[in-house]
Nanobody
Framework: QVQLVESGGGLVQAGGSLRLSCSAP????????MAWYRQIEGKERELVAY???????TYAESAKARFVIARDNAAHTVTLEMSKLKPEDTAVYYC???????WGQGIQVTVSE
């Protein structure tokens, strides 16, 4: 069974940084577009950023200039570097293989005032 495993979440103060990582060892990683989504409590899951198989990144407006998505095809990992975090970034963040049903289990990011 294919699994996506996220790590790196936690609690951080506003203005701080966190790095999320997603490991996807059981897929044809280099040919897939990888994405990060988040779900704020009480709201629908939303796209944060995605990166194509050849490394082209696209960001939601809320993530531009603060977050950076990157991939390491050899390591089958995708990361999300988050900086200048705000309390409104508090959410469960999910790794996703675009155009598939593959999702990670989600990881909590909490940004305090």
């Amino acid at each position: 069974q294919v699994q996506l495993v996220e790590s790196g979440g936690g609690l951080v103060q506003a203005g701080g940084s966190l790095r999320l990582s997603c490991s996807a060892p059981g897929i044809s990683f280099s040919t897939n577009t990888m994405a990060w989504y988040r779900q704020i409590e009480g709201k629908e899951r939303e796209l944060v950023a995605y990166i194509s198989s050849y490394g082209y990144a696209t960001y939601a407006e809320s993530a531009k200039a603060r977050f950076v998505i990157a991939r390491d095809n050899a390591a089958h990992t995708v990361t999300l570097e988050m900086s200048k975090l705000k309390p409104e970034d508090t959410a469960v963040y999910y790794c996703h293989v675009r155009n598939t049903l593959l999702w990670g289990q989600g990881i909590q990011v909490t940004v305090s005032e």
